[in-house]
């Protein structure tokens, strides 16, 4: 059978680049069995013979409607599929889908009918408003960064901006790469409406949203710039609890320091 990106180096190049990232999150230790999820709105690279391509699938409810989606176009990353297998066999451990015109529903259309991970409809919310809005993000990541959902289980750090200060101390890139911080969702049942409606939320205000002793979620310009947010977070989180485990609780940079960081790099107030 043929595949999907055969003839399309542009769709190759972004399907490559999320299988890359997918490989990243396993690495990092960050996606353990079939652990997080990615969507990605490939509609810019489908050429007319793509939309011509017939269903290998039935119709599937989105559980809304999202009306900015019509005739949209996705890579999903598969339920119950392992980010260590995509990152080697993207289009066996993940499809694309068409958005239908009721803007409630979608099909399959290739590789293979993969069916979307359980989460869909959550990012396909995140999409439907990033469109709304204009945005040019076109990727949203899911995962579960081992030392920020360890400094997650301290309700002292749950407070608004309460994490995002102490991460920014840690090193002078989060600030600089992450200059809007991080958001806050406090906990709720993976998957549910009340979870999506906390992510939407703080995606109004926030790239990347700690989902309270769970994981992360980020939107980007394409995937590896989620990937890049969440990486830097990680990276500050880990310093802190490194320091922690010396013995002592790090110093940080003083308001000062991030200010004249501000200031240099020209990062939102």
């Not at 809005?133 to 899911?142: C, L, R």
């Not at 030392?147 to 997650?152: D, N, R, V, W």
């Not at 309700?155 to 102490?166: H, N, P, Q, R, Y």
Request: with cysteine; hydrophobic share 40%.
């Amino acid at each position: 059978m043929k595949s999907i990106l055969e003839g399309r180096p542009a769709l190759e190049k972004e399907v490559g680049q999320i299988a890359e990232v997918a490989g990243y999150l396993w690495q990092n230790g960050w996606a353990e069995r079939n652990g997080g999820n990615i969507t990605v709105n490939i509609t810019e690279l489908i050429d007319d013979e793509t939309r011509s391509l017939p269903a290998i699938s039935e119709v599937k409810a989105i559980g809304e409607i999202l009306p900015h989606l019509k005739g949209k176009y996705f890579y999903c990353k598969g339920t119950g599929k392992r980010m260590r297998d995509l990152a080697r066999r993207p289009m066996e451990n993940g499809s694309v889908i068409r958005i239908l015109d009721d803007c409630a529903s979608y099909v399959i259309i290739a590789d293979n009918p993969v069916q979307p991970t359980s989460e869909l409809p959550s990012h396909l919310a995140v999409h439907n408003r990033l469109i709304e809005k204009g945005s040019n993000y076109k990727a949203t990541v899911h995962t579960h960064p081992i030392e920020l959902i360890a400094m997650s289980h301290n309700k002292a750090f749950m407070g608004k901006d309460v994490l995002t200060k102490i991460l920014w101390s840690m090193i002078p890139e989060t600030i600089a790469f992450c200059p809007l911080g991080l958001g806050i969702a406090p906990y709720a049942l993976p998957g549910s409406v009340e979870l999506a409606k906390a992510t939407l939320k703080e995606l109004e205000e926030y790239d990347v949203v700690l989902w309270e002793k769970h994981g992360v979620f980020a939107k980007g310009l394409d995937v590896m710039d989620a990937f890049d947010q969440i990486d830097v977070l990680s990276k500050s989180a880990k310093i802190y609890l490194d320091a922690k485990c010396m013995g002592f609780e790090p110093d940080g940079m003083t308001e000062e320091q991030m200010k004249e960081l501000s200031e240099v790099f020209h990062l939102p107030k």
